[in-house]
């Protein structure tokens, strides 16, 4: 799939941008608890916003989830009969095959092989669109966030865990599926082991999960979230302080990893962490520029569209699909 990369940055990083006129869509975003949907109109606004809780039935969580799709889109042409979609985007974290429209491997989910697009197309007789939840929030960002006007960039989505979105050359690097792991990149060879099974992944340390677990461990407190072992580290609280510090260290060792690789002109950062602001962006900068030596440096810049990135990339990607089929017919 080709990216259009915009000349123009966004000047106001108060507010996403809308998605402008074009073909009404509706977009699915499936996590492993919550699953998110919204019907997009023709000019772009975003319509009915809902979360519903993700229905699991084990081994027939795909067809629970196709029979929420049809639920959903039924309220959608009950609440707005004025507005009917062309095209369905719809999302999902795992290993997934955005341009044969797979998810190989889900395990939250219990989904393996599932060819999610041929099934909603075969269901809903609507062009469709299937893709991983990350890559969905990077193309937001790339089409009408921060990474506007940047043809090579890395947008890395911060939260229990820490995946990336891959675009080189003005194209979404995909590689069936498996591109953009940068939260199982190894900081620490001997450090803790992941869910995934290797040890030492940069989502054991550098995740919003991974600094609240590892506050918990080192001090038998359980922390609300990241937020709060930050707040405490403003305090002074020593663990908090490592433990934040440990977290920015190798969130700089990712950076300075795909740079070396990549060399994007910008890497974005979203997700529940980039909500610290300063007290994460301010000392990643230095850390990142101390780990470069002739590198091309990129700028490390906060997201803007916020926490439905993922969704306006679906709507985005269902856009795509709808129009595709009409030039086809």
Partial sequence: MTLIPSPDRPQQADRPQPLGPGTAVAAFDVGGTDMKAALFDSSGRMLGLRRTPTPHRGAETAEAVLERVEELLAEFAHTF????????????????????????????????????????????????????????????????????????????????????????????????????????????????????????????????????RRYAEATGQEPVGAREVLALASTGDPAARRIWNEAIDALALGIAQVTAILAPEAVVIGGGLAEAGDALFVPLRERVDALLSFHRRPLVLPALIGENAGLIGAALRARAAADRSGQAS
């Fill in 81 to 212: 009969p004025h507005v009917r979609p062309a095209g369905i985007g719809l999302i999902a974290p795992g290993v997934v095959d955005d341009d044969q429209g797979i998810v190989r491997e889900s395990v939250n989910l219990d989904w393996n092989d599932v060819p999610f697009r041929r099934l909603l197309e075969d269901r809903l007789h609507l062009p469709a669109s299937f893709s991983h939840d990350v890559r969905a929030a990077g193309e937001a960002e790339f089409q009408l966030g921060a990474a506007r006007g940047f043809g090579t960039v890395v947008v890395i989505i911060v939260g229990t865990g820490i995946a990336a979105s891959l675009v080189v050359n003005g194209r979404a690097h995909v590689a069936g599926g498996y591109a953009g792991e940068l939260g199982h990149s190894i900081v620490d060879p001997r450090g803790a082991r992941c869910a995934c099974g290797a040890r030492g992944c940069l989502e054991t340390v550098g995740s919003a999960g991974a600094i609240s």
